[in-house]
């Protein structure tokens, strides 16, 4: 087979597919049964959520569960699907990188998340120790993962925090700071404010840039527009799931009560 017959990989697939403006949108799931069906929707990426595996295992999220049972869900995953497996693995586990990117190939992952928050500490890293983290990560990975590095900047903005365009200058600045690092995405989580997302995808130029689907956020076609390249649902597509059940479970027990 010559060198241009080479089957495309998992990895290469995955990064691929992160095209500004034909943006990658991941469902994000929790176990093998999730993951099929959003492979027999069409979706090309299978995605995980870190608070919808440890929901599902029984612990709250924010690197509560330990960290032999979450890739255990990811190993199930990849089992059953034959497209690339993308795992939220939030802050690394307090594993070295060398360690985490090899446990990750062998669970049948092609890229994964990690963010700037330090769950040890509860705080965000510095933007230079959380780039010698993602240096470290692609200097084992290489070429086997994609590396998505989350920047958990807006997340102050919730309950009366920061307006989301005070941010803008320290969310470049790290975004900047990853992917010199090696990062292939960049993941400003939580960020809602179209002009803001416009800012960042044109200041960041051919990066990609992934952004979450949210209520009262610009919806796909909008993020589309605004040059977003990857599109994710984070827990949003258990937190419906997990509603509808328990709407049905309410009238269930209304109708049929013990």
């Given amino acids: 087979m010559s060198r241009q017959e080479q089957p495309v ?34 979706f090309p990426v299978v995605a995980t959520s870190s608070v919808a595996v440890a929901r599902s295992l029984g612990y709250p999220d924010g690197e509560q ?7 255990a869900v990811v190993r199930r995953i990849a089992r059953v699907v034959d497209v690339p497996v993308t795992v939220d693995a939030e802050s690394g586990y307090g594993l070295p990188p060398a360690e985490l990117v090899e446990r990750l190939v062998e669970a049948g992952a092609s890229g994964f998340n990690i963010e700037d928050t330090d769950h040890g500490t509860g705080a965000r890293r510095h933007p230079d120790q959380q780039a010698e983290l993602v240096a470290a990560l692609k200097e084992s990975a290489g070429d086997r993962l994609v590396i998505n590095a ?15 365009r005070e941010l803008v200058p320290e969310v470049l600045d790290r975004a900047r700071c990853y992917l010199a690092a ?33 209520p009262g956020g610009p919806d796909l076609a909008e993020l589309a527009a605004l040059g977003v390249a ?28 013990a």
Avoid: K
């Fill in 65 to 71: 569960a330990p960290v032999d049972e979450m890739l």
């Fill in 150 to 164: 989350r920047i958990d900047s807006f997340l102050a903005c919730h309950d009366g925090g920061p307006d989301e």
């Fill in 182 to 214: 090696g990062a292939d995405v960049v993941y400003p989580i939580h960020v809602r404010g179209a002009q803001v997302i416009r800012t960042i995808t044109t200041e960041l130029g051919s990066a990609p840039v992934n952004v979450t689907l949210l």
């Fill in 9 to 42: 990989t998992a990895v290469e697939r995955l990064r691929a597919l992160h095209v500004a403006g034909t943006p990658l949108v991941l469902p994000n799931v929790w176990d093998a049964d999730t993951a099929t069906a959003v492979l027999e929707t069409g």
């Fill in 230 to 257: 990857r599109v994710s649902l984070g827990g949003g597509l258990r937190t419906m799931v997990r509603t509808a059940l328990g709407r049905f479970l309410t009238e269930l027990a209304e109708r049929y009560p």
